[in-house]
Structure formats: C-alpha cells, structure tokens
C-alpha cells in the first residue's frame, strides 16, 4: 500500500499527495498543529492575504444550514506586510508547499500583490482568488466576466514566476468558459469551486441570519453541483484542475479526481474534523490499492 | 447534564475554557457545539470514581441539544478540548471580593471558578427569565457562596434582571477595595453590566458566547467587535471566550 504514487504536479509544484488545505479554513496552519503533522499535506494555503489589512464584515458571520454552511467573514486578514513578519516564519519548518492566496481591489493591487510574493522565499505557488463572495469591490467582480478574467491573470502573470492558481467562482452561468478564459490569461492551474452565494433568514426576527445579508455557502450540500462543475471545466481546459467542494472523506475525494481533478482542497471539513486532511490521503492510498491502481495520476478524469 | 469520560481534557481544562462537542456522526448538525464545562475531576480528585469525567450541563434548544438528550450510556462522543482562555484569577494572597454574575446558562461556565475560588469571598448572583431558568444554585450552595437570585418575573429571588440585582449590591461594597467581577450571559446582560463597572474599584471579565465555526481559531467565524486599534474583530475562540470587560466594543 506504501507503494502507490501519489505524486500529482501542479505547474512547476511536486506535491508528495493531491490533498490540500483550503483558504478561509485552515487558519494560518497553526491551529491544527496539535492535530497533526501539517508536512504530510501536499500543500497548505492560509487564509487569504490582501495588500491593506482588511477587518472583515460584522458578526454574525456564520450560520449552518441544511448539510452546509454559510459564512461571511469578509476576507479579515492582516494584510502583507504584517503576514510576512508575523505568520511567514512558522511555515520555514514545514515540508510541504506553501501556497498564497491572495486578492485586491484592483488589478493594479492583484499585480503589486502577486510581484510582492514573487520575492518572497518559502513560498511555491499563488492561488488568485477572483471569487470572494463576501466582498463588495474585487473578487467576485472579476470572477463573473470571462474577459475581465483573462486581462486580470494575463497582468498577473507577468509580474510572477510562481505556480499560478486562479480560483474560480461558481456564481456564473459558464464556469467553463471562466476556466478557459483564465487558461488563456496564462494560469498554471484552476482550483474550484469557491463558495455560492446563498442566506438564510430568521421567521422570529425578520432579519437575516448573517451580519453581512449574502454569504457563501459550502459543505455537503453543494458537493454535487461543484462535482458536475469540476466535470465541465476537466473537458474544458488542458491545465491542471484542484477540486473542491464539500469534501468530507476520501470518497468525495476520489469523485472529483474520477471527475477530473488532480489534486482536491479540503475546506468546511477542517472545521468539523481537523484532520480530515491525513483521512482523505489515508483513504486515497487504501482505494489505490484495492483496486491496485500504481499511480494517482492514472485515476484522473477515468470517470465515465 | 452529559457526562463524558476524557482524562486528558479533565485533567487540563481550567475554569473558563471550553470544549467542542460532535455530537452526530452524520452531517445534522454538521459543525461541532461550543460547551462549557460545569465540573470536572481530574486525576487528583478525591472522588475516585468520578476521576477523569467532565459533566456538560445544556438545555434542549435545537438540532443538536436534542441530539444530545438521545445518547445513551456508554456511547461514544467526539470532542475536541480545552479550548480558549480562562478566567484569570485575583491574585493571592488576596482579601479581593469576588463577584460571579450569571444569566441563564450562562452560570454553567462560572460554577469551575467558583470551586477555584473557594475559601474566598465569594458572591454569586444569579438571573433567569423564570425560576426555571435558574440554574446550579444547590451546587453553588454546596461550595459555600453566597448566593442572591433575581427573575424577570419575580417567581424566585429579587424581581429584576441579575444586573438589576448587581447594582442593589453594589451600595453595599466598600469604597477602597477591589472586587473582581465575573460574568457570564447573553449579550444585552453583558452590555448593561459594562455600563455599571467602569469605576476603578471594579475589576470585570466575561465569558462571551457566540455561534462558533470550528472552535480552535480556524474560521474567524466567532468573532466579536472590540477597541482593539488595529484589529477590531476578534475571535471569541482563540483570543476570548473570557474578555476584559473594558476592551469589548459594546455598542
């Protein structure tokens, strides 16, 4: 069982396995050290990183539905420079990829960002976040319009060297369309999906569950939509695909990589179980020999 | 009241902190629950045989409470602990007054500083809506306190909210001495109290409860708005639960 290959490349990252923690749910990693050994990820990604602190929105910032749930954090953040004084150093001991997600207002901002990282020892790859629902200007906007996509990625592209990820929003009529757009801008990889647009309203007060109305909602309940999504865009694109979206275990795991992807992103799940993560790898390796497939790389996209 | 067998969290968990409980192994309810720990003995405990329990004392409200009246002996439950920041304790020696202000099940978290506090002066106020949201006064009993009570509706103790209660008392403290107050309870609670002790002589922490994510700092889910200058938000998990009571934004 110790045998199998679970290797995946992702533009110019070996990662040891395709499992990967999400941005928004895994802390800045040190939450979860008690929990396990975060070097047997095959990268981490800490919650999103924008040029200016950002305080967030108001509370309540999370409410739980049916299989899912909702969350308006407002991408809170310390902003550059105080994360790479304060939170860059802890990630010097690990020995896994460090991926930065990050994000800006602008496009002039998502460069200087992505420049910025680009100096920055330590790090393998940048996960572009065009697909925050929970933040008024940026994200979102660039992540609804193919060509505003393409131009973004393409400035972007220019200003870094790194493993380039953009992270697309299922809040589009098209996701695969986003995803060639974003190929063509030049991204190494696509990683999707983010979290849908959603709410949830109080009968006894008449108001909102969530401070901020609107929220992104993720968890069980959009894993099959997100799945079809992964599907779409795996016949779509020729670039890599990391998958995610209400996986809990290793088979959710596996459907996505069946579906297309290379590597998947385990979200919602660390807040549940913190060590899904070692879970899902453990699983992977266990299905990979039952059914005495050698390499990871050969189970991609075999669904149909 | 649940009891769970867990040495190592009854062994650690000091008074304040808390513990997330799982308590389906399915997706309803999906995310773990923020519990207070009512008691817990550790490993020292002159009760052998309660040694490495911990007793969660809850109220049915939801999905997952409901839940949690169906667990039957010898059950398993996942649960992820101790978590947070406790209450800091005056220092020793000390003749401080010690003052626990709890609201509903809010009381649950004080009744651990109450036993740490023991030997001490020691007041306890509670308040409820009713009598029946009166909760561990025979427990607070046994330690010794002092207890006053206060209900909304008069049907026990003084008619009044436990703030109302606390201001009666305080004509009776005394000019030059400190008291530590501690308080746990809903948020309007919280925030008349804070009106209440910005003398000098008033010492306050509370407990905050607010809808949780992932427990141990993870989501920024559970935040709560405080002075802090550079960062308003501030998780209730990781930084709180138990807050000076001056550094909360109460507005």
């Known amino acids: 069982m110790e045998d199998c290959d679970l290797t995946v490349r992702i533009g110019r990252m070996n990662l040891k396995n395709p499992v990967v923690v999400s941005s928004g749910t895994f802390g800045f990693g040190e939450e979860f050290e008690d929990f396990f050994d975060l070097s047997r990820l095959g990268a981490i990604i800490p919650k999103g990183i924008s040029l200016k602190p950002m305080a967030g929105n108001p509370p309540p910032r999370i409410f739980e539905t049916e299989g899912g749930i909702l969350n308006s954090i407002g991408l809170q953040n310390p902003g550059f420079r105080e994360f790479i004084k304060s939170k860059l150093p802890y990630y010097k001991n690990l020995k896994t990829h460090l991926i930065i997600n990050f994000f800006g207002n602008t496009q002039k901002e998502y460069v200087e960002l992505a420049r910025r990282f680009d100096d920055v ?45 953009v992270k697309l929003s299922p809040n589009v009529t098209d996701i695969a369309l986003m995803a060639k757009s974003v190929e063509e801008g030049g991204a190494d990889a696509v990683s999707l999906v983010n979290t849908f647009r959603a709410m949830a309203v109080n009968i006894h007060t008449k108001k909102p569950e969530l401070g901020n109305t609107i929220g992104g909602l993720s968890g069980p309940a959009i894993k099959p939509i997100a799945l079809r999504m992964v599907w779409e865009v795996g016949q779509a694109v020729n670039i890599p695909i990391i998958g995610m979206g209400g996986i809990m275990n290793a088979t959710d795991a596996i459907e996505f990589i069946l579906v297309g992807a290379s590597a998947i992103q385990i979200g919602t799940a660390n807040l549940i179980n913190p060590k899904t993560g070692i879970e899902v790898i453990h699983g992977i390796k266990k299905y990979l020999a039952q059914n005495k497939i050698d390499r990871i790389q050969k189970l991609v996209g075999t669904f149909g | 009241m649940l009891g769970i067998y867990c040495p190592p969290i009854a062994n650690q968990i000091k008074p304040g902190q808390f513990v997330m409980l799982k308590v389906s192994d399915n997706m309803s309810p999906l995310l773990r629950r923020p519990f207070s720990v009512y008691k817990s003995y550790p490993a020292s405990h002159p ?17 997952g409470t409901r839940r949690m009246t169906t667990l039957s002996k010898g059950q398993k439950v996942d649960l992820i602990g101790p978590l947070g920041n406790g209450f800091s304790l ?3 020696p000390s ?26 002066k020691c007041f306890v106020l509670i308040g409820g809506k009713t009598k029946n949201d009166i909760l561990g006064a025979e427990d607070f009993r046994k330690l010794n306190s002092n207890i006053l009570m206060a209900t909304e509706d008069g049907s026990l103790g003084v008619r009044g909210t436990v703030v109302d209660l606390f201001i009666s008392q305080t004509k009776k403290f005394k000019t030059n001495e400190k008291y530590y107050i501690y308080a746990c309870g809903p948020v309007p609670m919280l925030r008349a109290l804070a009106g209440t002790v910005k003398s000098k002589k008033f010492i306050c922490q509370v407990s905050l409860e607010t809808r949780m994510g992932c427990g141990f700092g993870a989501c920024w889910g559970c935040v709560v708005k405080t002075k802090h200058p550079k960062i308003p938000y501030q998780r209730v998990c990781q930084e709180g639960p138990v807050f000076r009571i001056e550094d909360i934004a109460w507005e």
Not at chain 2, 50 to 63: A, M, T
């Open chain 2, 47 to 63: 009760e052998k045989r309660k040694r490495g329990h911990l007793f969660i004392l809850y109220k049915k409200v939801g999905e």
């Open chain 1, 121 to 165: 020892a330590g790090i393998s790859g940048l996960e572009m976040n065009i697909s925050c629902p929970n933040v008024k200007r940026g994200g979102i906007v660039f992540g609804t319009d193919p060509q505003m996509a393409y131009r973004l990625v393409q400035a972007v592209r220019k200003a870094t060297a790194l493993t380039l990820i």
């Open chain 2, 95 to 120: 003749s401080a007054h010690c003052v626990l202000i709890g609201g509903g099940v809010g009381i649950v978290s004080l009744y651990p500083l109450a036993e740490a506090l023991r030997g001490r």
């Open chain 2, 90 to 92: 005056p220092p020793l």
